[in-house]
């Protein structure tokens, strides 16, 4: 049989894989055994087996997310945790990143967008107790390291669609759950405090070490009529981070001592990150149960993250240092490909620059909950809710240059050697470490520029459900209908002020010692020490910065989005019998009403001075029908066999569906053009068809195997309409003395529909506690999964991808391969964990200097965590907990590439992350 290369890469067994291959042989081992025996004495082994473990800490997580997908209809994945505060993660982000098929973007070092089956973070929707939930970024997806997992009980990933869930996504649904305070027996008051502190130490005005303080109360009152829940969480992290990046594009351009036709760089920076993150959260949730028929929730989420860091760089052009001298390189080195490893460049025009950002974001979500129950068997379900997230940004920037006398900026001649396995090397021949010597200075490159971002979601929404049992006539097939309406009204806003920083009246200036830090070391780089400084304190002593939003190239970056969705859904509720199979499951139908509209202006440049600022207006409405059938048959030996087919539909991002523009008329040609968003976009849509079987050990352990299929009908790139018309836009135009008229038609560069494509994948997994294995194992435990995934799906990029082939690339968010591993130990109070998450190269989406969204090739990560804990649970100690943690123990780097991997971009570590600290409950 022949074997391909692509299917060699595609099953190559990496160590995750392994454990994952080891463990289904373990437990097929385990399965091959108890079919050996009889009935009867299978059952009894099992029991006994089963008996022998004590469910605490870790297992007792585990084991109630296995039983949320043994019992669940649809294809799930879940964390679960025994109470609140007990989840270990900084924030719920890194907890989602071990499930099967499921991975994590990491930025400034955390975990935070998250990636199903795949696909890319804007293709899942993220649900808070059921609720569609806003976000702070730009598009949908949520940015979950905002989210302490010390307030969330556990989190549910439906990967396949349900009827009745509402405000699914096309790769998938993530649910992150509250406790609800009477689903506990008893007072519940758990307290933790955590010490941490960041490898690569502290620097200029920072601390390398933070906190993570938590609090929780779950309590019952009036004969366990009424509960209440309050919990609190308050994390300080250090933003410590060392970069090397090149500059987009990596390309031929002819550059004087290369050989026609090398590839190389435009610029080149190296820098150290220093700061601090800070959150606080709030959960409350009082639930009121005065009869068995009528229970009502009231529950409130609110997190508040501020994030101010100052990234102090070395940084250089390498196409133009503003024709002083002429550019050349010298002792330049290629590899086989034709790409530029290294050299010396001559008469360099560098910078040391300080660049601050400050992040405030806000989120508040609530909701109201009520279901009510009949004695003739119906019941009914209303929910109204409430969510808003606010992002304000301020981002400031110094340049400074080396003055010799005169006033003179000296050129410099610098040795480079770029490097896609570590740090590339910089090594000037100046000195930049004296900040006397260092001058803000109105440069080629001017001497700073602002922004202040700001983004505004907000969303209101209601739900109404009813269910009815089964008529007779098909109660053979169903147990009972749902009939639900729900309504959902979001807008989204951003807003984008900017504008040069400019030398005040003193001229030249060199930064004061009073608002000098530190000196930061970029020896890592091959640089040495440069200075660090207050850069806000700089632009308010000798600067001018005045943001405004109505210059001609700053109109478009101001836009609206609103959308008001209304789903109409129907599902009944499978219990029956196939072939003497028990099989459950449901079956249904949504249909989703969308009314999509975007407000924005765009600069008219070929109108009369003060009228050229327009509106910019549309919009469309559209209707989807949803059907989806899950089925889950019981078969013998507690093993489930499960099916799903549906149609699914994600709406377009929200920057994507803005109306603004940036538009102008060729003076030479007549002909018009422009670039900027669609509010006339349909939505993505998928068919999809799920096959999964699995086999469980009671609720101790499982293994499964699943596929996936989706049948991309459309897809959302951006694309050049070449026939695009602009007569409403050049209806007025008049053009200059010896110019053209304006055509009628050109090109517009924007968001279009196009055609999808396939997505496939297989995923592995295994949760299996080896005292089943031996009873010598009592205590060691594994969870491993592994996930291929393939696509055809070819977009263009027309940014990142234009020194690679013909500029298509492959489906943003993919990795080809993801691996989890969770390895445990669990006895008498003691507890040890190690989890490896890791993903093979995939598209990422990353904010480029503009502010905008922009895609970039990232390479495949290894993060390896590490915790170990003691927990007393009898004398004086009773209810302590004791814990030490690691995060990313091998200090594992980000990095990105420019279509290939001999073409670096960024180059980054954050350093590892130690943590001790306690946990006390009674």
Known sequence: MKTTHATRELFRV????????????????????????????????????????????????IEAAISVKKNADSIVEAISAEDIGKLPDVSIAESIARLPGLSAQRVAGRAQVISVRGLSPDFATTLLNGRELVSTGDNRSVEFDQYPSELLSGVTIYKTPDAGLVGQGLSGTIDMLTVRPLNFSNRVVTLNARGQRNSLGSAA????????????????????????????????????????????????????????????????????????????ALMATVEFRPTKNWTSVVDGFWTKAKQEDTANQFEMSMTWNGNNAPLNWSNVTTNSSNTQTGGTFLNAYPLVRGMYNKRDDKIVAAGWNNKLKFDNGLSLMADVNYSRATRNELNLENNTQLLANGGVVPLDNVKLAFSSGNFSQIVPGLTYSDPTKLFLQNTIYGSGYGKVPSVKDELTGFKLVGNMPAPAAVSNWFSDFDVGLNYADRSKKKRQPEGAINVGAQGNTAI???????????????????????????????MTFNPTD???????????????????????????????????????????????????????GTAPAGSQVKPLNGGKKYTDYLPALNLAWSLSDDQTLRFAVAKQMARAKVDQLRSSMDFGVDSTTGKPGASGGNSELDPWRANALDLSYEKYFGSKAYVSVAGYYKDLRSYIYTQGNDRYDFSRFVSGYVPQPGQPNALLVGTYTAPYNGQGGKLKGVELTASLPFNLISKSLNGFGIVASASFNDSNIKVKDPESASSVGDGFISLPGL?????????????????????????SDFIGEIGNFNGARTLRYVVGESIVDAQIGYNFSEGPLKGLGLLAQVNNLTNEAYRTYAGTKDRPLEYIKWGRTFLVGATYKF
């Open 14 to 61: 990496q160590p995750v894989a392994a454990g994952c291959l080891v463990t289904l042989a373990l437990m097929a081992g385990a399965a091959h055994a108890q079919q050996a025996q009889s009935e009867a004495d299978k059952q009894a082994a099992a029991d006994k087996t089963l008996d022998t473990v004590t469910v605490t800490g870790i297992r007792r997580g």
């Open 205 to 280: 005005d920072s601390s390398a070490t933070g906190n993570r303080v938590s609090a929780s109360y779950i309590d019952q009152f009036a004969d366990r009529t009424i509960g209440v829940a309050i919990g609190y969480a308050h994390q300080e992290t250090p933003v410590q981070e060392d970069q090397v990046g090149l500059y987009e594009p990596w390309d031929t351009s002819a550059r004087t001592g290369l050989v026609p036709g090398t590839y190389n760089s435009g610029g080149i920076k190296a820098l150290r990150r220093t700061g601090k993150n800070e959150r606080d």
């Open 512 to 542: 004061g010692s009073d608002l000098q830090y530190r000196p930061v070391d970029l020896s890592f780089a091959g640089l040495g020490m440069i200075p660090a400084w207050n850069v806000p304190g700089a632009v308010g002593r000798y």
């Open 550 to 604: 109505t210059e001609s190239y700053l109109i478009s970056k101001a836009w609206d989005v609103k959308e008001k969705v209304t789903t109409l859904f129907f599902k009944g509720n499978i219990e029956s019998t196939t072939f003497g199979i028990p099989v459950r499951g449901n079956v249904g139908v949504q249909v989703v009403h969308t009314d999509q509209s975007s407000q924005a202006n765009y600069f008219d």
């Open 815 to 839: 990795s080809k391969r993801v691996y989890n591993l969770t390895a445990y130990y669990e006895n008498d109070g003691f507890e040890v964990r190690v989890s490896q998450r890791k993903r």
